[in-house]
Nanobody, 123 residues
Framework: QVQLAESGGGLVEAGNSLELSCEAS????????MAWFRQSPGKEREFVAS????????WLGDSAKGRFAISKDSAKNTMYLQMNNLRPDDTAVYYC????????????????WSQGTQVTVAT
């Protein structure tokens, strides 16, 4: 099982930016995908973005379009989530994940998860 180390969370004012990083220990499935999810207390885990381990296929959830960007550095086994124009409703614990399938938005399709990092957006 791939282990994922996540960093970059913190407290930020609305309208500002943060970048999250997710480094994989071991090699994720070359035919699989890596993804970002987030979860607020009392709410279900929400898909944010995903990217294929190999190739350039990526997918942005509705909350991410126009504001966030997902990218990767395959040589470093690292995925990034650039979050711009943050809003208070972006406040959540953010998780990165990897799975053997494609760039699905379904959380149950992913096998390995990070510990999560808190992102808090102040008004």
């Amino acid at each position: 099982q791939v282990q994922l180390a996540e960093s970059g969370g913190g407290l930020v004012e609305a309208g500002n930016s943060l970048e999250l990083s997710c480094e994989a220990s071991g090699r994720p499935s070359s035919s699989g995908a890596m993804a970002w999810f987030r979860q607020s207390p009392g709410k279900e885990r929400e898909f944010v973005a995903s990217i294929s381990v190999s190739g350039g296929n990526n997918w942005l959830g509705d909350s991410a379009k126009g504001r966030f960007a997902i990218s990767k550095d395959s040589a470093k086994n690292t995925m990034y989530l650039q979050m711009n124009n943050l809003r208070p409703d972006d406040t959540a614990v953010y998780y990165c994940a990897t799975g053997a399938g494609g760039t699905t938005a379904t959380a149950t399709a992913y096998q390995s998860w990070s510990q999560g990092t808190q992102v808090t957006v102040a008004t």
